[in-house]
């Protein structure tokens, strides 16, 4: 049951990075939205490997099918499925991953969990599997621009010990595009990409952290108890492959002040609004959003493929040493900012219809 | 739908601070565990505000009654409904917190989304919700046991800048519960406790991180690929009052190392079993738990409730100053380790059942 | 799991026969609705045993309490738990029932799900559960009455082989409580209090079907492909002790018409809605409310408790004879009307929440 | 969110009748299960139209794909998506179909709901949308075998006034297939054919009535109180596009006798086991499987596609003729048999993981 997420905007995806294909079925999507395969496919090009020198050299052209839901331009209200094949791969390239388990991978639980696992890549547990969320998400994210003119922006906010300057509330799409490590601070962002590089040459990877902003939220959003808007954003983004913390606002550091210092103050503005002085809150407080930006981070380590022997086992139980060979992806981050998009506007989408049910919102 | 948490292990919590009662309806329970009031007493019993002196000086007894479920000592397999009543309250306590917000409280996002709240002690977004996970907690706690030797033990790691050390793989619920705050590190904890007093003292408060591990749990819990076991956490922890972050693991100060040091090399230890040489994917991996020791933290901000003026708007839309008069609770992370507790037992035994099935767990 | 139904507007029912009570928890109410213990004591009233000299002698007054949700006589939008005490009962009454299973009962079925099962009564698979389904549906027929005039009417149709002729069109409450058999036919009315009584003197119990109509049921209510309105209403009252079986609009005597009988044409009535001349579709058309009247059937079997010798086996395995003594109802109809009536109300409006949302429906 | 069914084996459909493609993502299936795409064609085909002279003469093929979830021929435990290519079909043959609603299908129904619909051949209120269900149902017919040598068979028991006499505690699968009406009287089965014919010849359809039979169910299955195994599948079949009736055991039938003529006796059978005399109950006893035989009957009204002309409006609110052209089925109870057996089978299979857990059954 692990592989639905949401309930009224509700996402279902499968698939193996190798066999078939990959995708995701969107249940609950309202009428009547324009989309179209194109849509779709900016977003998937932006998770896509292979799309810059400071990612995996794999060639995946991830083009993605619309199979139901949409007729004549239009959701109809009905399942979208989306679909996208996967390529013929040398799995000799593989073989190794028949017997060996690899260090800090899926490889050795699923074989303790289900007894069987397709080896090749990764099998499910393989980053090829954010491909349907990022395809929803995509739907989403035009979901919420049409309802409210939500603006979800992830970006590279740090890379190992390098932290980019931006400011969540003014950092544009364009600023984070402009670059191939998605940091819109552009002195540290070629620093950043200096630093993948060289970790790469090396047969190693280093992680960091995305931050993600949601500005234009209506006030409202989420339901206390369990299903919190930061908790539900908190399930998705740490459902992410190679993700390990997550903080709302003042986060982690937020401990380190007093009452006194953390209480975001109201005030009325100009419009009449009641509005927090601060944001320390991180836009959501008892679980419901207050109408200022949501604002997260999510930690995802260094990658755990890389190209250094390692000592690890076979599934017969015997140690053995991991030959480091082949490609890798020496930083996950840049692609990774999509991801974390896609997972916040699932949630936020999924709350949206169910404030305003699903044929009535847009 | 927001009250309900778990699948196969369900739970749902009711109540407001203040009116009849709160609880909570345990659904999936496996038949024939032998519970009693008086051992979800001691789980509710350290929940309990007035505990000691550094805690909220309101005096609730929080006495538990099971309505149903259980019989001649017995689980049944049927729903187990736990009710703790209200006391009767001097409601003019509270009069002011009718019209005013009171900052990073959720008085005004209640108020938004619902157009109405219970604005005694907090109504629905009280701490004292929290009660029935407690009592939940309490029983997963109890099967986690019995099917596999499961612990789950909490404790404070740090208060604002005060971090205790802790090693996570011995630490006993005795060295837990040795001291008011509990910190484990008792030289810390002393400190702790008189930063609290103090702190307390100036109508001020203080946050800090609650460290959870559980050990012995067995592999193969959790459900690739959103359903996984860091997820689930990850959404339990997120949704209990006050929390701003979590992490599993290295967390983000894994992120500031590369692959190769991050990397959690396997053998085969004496048993024969497949182990890890470090355990920096703190027990999951790919979603699934793979027999090491489970080991997160949460952070929670500091409480909102402080004895000092602050400005703050009334549900009219007219700005005012919110006098800090009345009880408050300067640190409400000591009662905080049992509610992080309950929700890591929650998570794991609704993983345990979907792995087992609710009649054949015990 | 099974305790728990509907998605947006949810309800939990919990309690044994005896044990502390039983009682429901109603999650996704719409805030704001005024409602009082007293108006869901009028409902609880018509499905309690010992309302008159048809059913069970068993006098329970069956008085309900509002634990939360509710402030100042509205709802908040959080879970209104409401409970049930039961009485203190003379077990021993019961004495054979913990080791002889009762023919066509659930004594058997639970023990060997369980292993284990509170025999006091029937425990959890008592016609007592059913209060808490009562209670909601209360509720859910008031919002739907504010929302959109929706009026849901149950009525006993037929008792063995004396059917009633009644029009569900224009039948109303009044003329269903204007006798204790819940038939709007007095003359068969009159017959089934005859036969019942009869019946009753001779130990022994009949059952009939219920009929139930849904009005001013909106347009556009009920979700395919699985969760069709009827689909929903099917499970829900399909769900209700003792039900047998279900039909809507032509059910099964509709099978005996040919497709040019059966079809509803179209036309456009004076306020220009569209409209069907005929509703053998019963209100629901692939799934979906259209406007017209929703009418549905259910089959009670005849109670199973008698007051005859019946052959019958221990929870030992061993044959033995079960005396039939003590108390019974010799026909449930009557007080299935409320129950059936409950369910049908609760899904339409859990449809009518994903249509409009939780908070903007009233 | 209508568009999943189950939740430990776990189904969503996709797809319309025009478009991509028609399928299904099961989720939860257990792992190492043997399965091939030729042995769930065998079930497709028996639901395919054209299979034989008294369907609709529509040629599809409905050959499928396993797109995920199956390696090297066994199950992963992951989502198994099975995809069914739409062919290119003529869609002005629809052209009418995109202003005049049809009387008794969705078209109206849908609009009022979504404002929006796929005109083309019934879009996703088409029956083809069932080969998802058969797809996930052949897979789950084969776990139940393997677990428990389950046999769940359907055939048809009446067609319109014809009644077929058939045991279903001995009727055999070849039984049911060897004529092409699926009525294991052969007799019977000639006139039904008949009928079909000659009705067809007329332009017109018959309706009737479904039986089916699950044999060698484990004791246990169902969840009380609203997941009772009864409710569960009266849910599943009455989310079949035509269904307009559901019973169970007795069913309707079963209210013309008294509780004592009713009730099921026990007896212990020469293995020991606790076992009832008569099977009025239908092998479900408080909602759980008693081991007896589940036996179930569906009504399905006459197809409401037929070669007449008929009144209807437009989607502009304007009175109308429909033209009766083109292909119609003028009779679906020989293919509904296999949608039968699919929900029941996907019911008992959600229960029996409930029961054992996923990843423990096989």
Redesign the interface.
Known sequence: ?????G??F?I?????SH?????V?I??CP??LEISAEEIQVELDRRRPGQSKITTPRKETDTC???????EG????????I?VRNKDTRSQDYDEMAVK?R????????D???????WQGG???SAR?TIGRVAAGAIAKKILRQVANVEVIGYVK?I??LEGSVDPNTVTLEQVESNIVRCPDAECAERMIELIEQ?GRQG??????VECVARNVP??L???????L???I???V??LPAS?????????A???????????????DEN?E?R??TN???G????????ENIILRV????????R?E????TNE???TILAGKGRHDPCVLPRAVPMVEAMVALVLCDHL????????VL
């Not at 303790?112 to 397709?118: D, Q, V």
């Not at 190693?204 to 952290?209: D, H, L, P």
């Not at 930690?299 to 890389?306: D, E, L, M, N, R």
């Open positions: 049951m692990g592989n639905t997420f309930h009224l509700r279902t995806t499968f698939g193996e066999g078939g294909g990959v995708g079925v249940d609950g009428p009547q099918e619309i199979l139901s839901g949409v007729f239009k959701t109809l209200g009905t399942p979208i499925s679909l388990y260090p800090s991978h899926a490889d050795a639980t699923y303790a969990k289900y007894g069987i696992r397709n099998g499910r547990s599997e740090r190992k010990d970790t190693n990877s280093v992680g960091g952290v006030k409202g989420g339901d206390p108890v369990f299903d919190k930061e908790a539900d908190a399930k998705g740490m459902s390990k913390g997550f903080e709302i606002g003042s986060g982690f937020g401990t380190l002040l007093t009452g006194i210092e953390h209480n975001d103050e109201f005030y009325i009449g009641t927090t002085v320390r809150s991180g959501i407080q008892g679980g419901i959003s207050n109408g930690a995802f380590k260094p990658t755990a493929t890389i250094k390692q000592k690890t086992v139980g015997e140690e219809l169910r404030y305003h049910g699903q044929c009535k």
